[in-house]
C-alpha cells in the first residue's frame, strides 16, 4: 500500500518493492503494508547504526483507523489460515449438456397414377461446442487457480518465518530487525490510518491513504 505523503519518506529497493522508511539519529525504521481480504500484514524492518543494543517493547507497532476497530492478530495463524485457504486441488466445474440439436431430412418422392409414395432417412446432429469452450475455459483457470496458489503459499511461508511472535526484542548494534505484524479491522471499510512504531523514546509515524 502506498504511503500518504511519500515525500516525507526514504525508499529503497528490495524484489520489486519500494520500502519507504524513516530515519532519526541511529536509528532507521521502514514500513511496508500489505492489504489482504480479511487482514493486513505490516512488515517492519528496524537497523540499529549505533554501538549498543536497541530493545524493543511487546507491543511496539499500532495500527490505527480512526472511526474504525483494528486488532492485533496472531500472525503464526493468520498464515495458517493463508496456507489452508489454498491448499485443495482445483475442482472444475461439470460441462454444459449439448445446447440445441438440429433434424436433417433426406427423402425422395414418387408418383405412380393416382399414387404417393415417400421414402428418406432422417439425420439428428447434436451441437456439443459448448464442452469444448467449457474445457479451455476451465483450463484457463486452473492456471489462474495454481497460480494464486503459489503466490498465497509463499506469501504463508514468509508470514511463517518473519512473523514478530518469532523474532527477538533485541536488535543489535549493526544489525537489522524484521517484523511481521497482522491485523484485523471488525469492519472491513477503507479508509486512511497510520502505522505508529515505537523504538526507545523515538516514535516513526506511517500514514497510509487507502
Not at 418422392?109 to 404417393?116: E, I, Q, Y
Not at 514468509?158 to 491485523?183: C, D, N
Request: overall charge positive.
Amino acid at each position: 500500500m502506498k504511503v500518504a505523503n511519500p515525500k516525507e519518506f526514504g525508499y529503497f529497493k528490495l524484489d520489486d518493492n519500494q520500502f519507504p522508511f524513516l530515519g532519526k539519529g541511529p536509528l532507521l525504521v521502514s514500513c511496508m503494508t500489505y492489504r489482504g481480504t480479511r487482514r493486513y500484514y505490516v512488515e517492519i524492518g528496524i537497523v540499529n547504526r549505533s554501538s549498543t543494543p536497541v530493545n524493543l517493547q511487546n507491543g511496539f507497532v499500532s495500527f490505527t483507523k480512526e472511526g474504525y476497530t483494528v486488532l492485533m492478530a496472531d500472525t503464526i495463524s493468520s498464515a495458517a489460515d493463508v496456507w489452508a485457504s489454498v491448499g485443495g486441488a482445483f475442482v472444475p466445474t461439470p460441462p454444459p449438456p449439448p445446447t440445441k440439436s438440429t433434424t436433417t431430412y433426406s427423402g425422395m418422392v414418387t408418383t405412380m397414377g393416382n399414387n404417393t409414395q415417400v421414402s428418406g432417412t432422417s439425420t439428428t446432429a447434436v451441437d456439443n461446442s459448448a464442452a469444448g469452450w467449457h474445457a479451455l475455459g476451465q483450463a484457463i483457470a486452473a492456471r489462474s487457480y495454481y497460480n494464486a496458489q503459489g503466490r498465497e503459499q509463499k506469501l504463508a511461508v514468509y508470514l511463517t518465518a518473519f512473523a514478530h511472535e518469532r523474532q527477538e526484542m533485541v536488535v543489535q548494534p549493526g544489525k537489522t530487525g524484521l517484523y511481521i505484524f497482522t491485523f484485523e479491522q471488525l469492519k472491513q471499510k477503507k479508509a486512511p490510518f497510520e502505522v505508529r512504531v515505537a523504538v526507545g523514546s523515538e516514535t516513526f509515524v506511517f500514514a497510509y491513504r487507502e
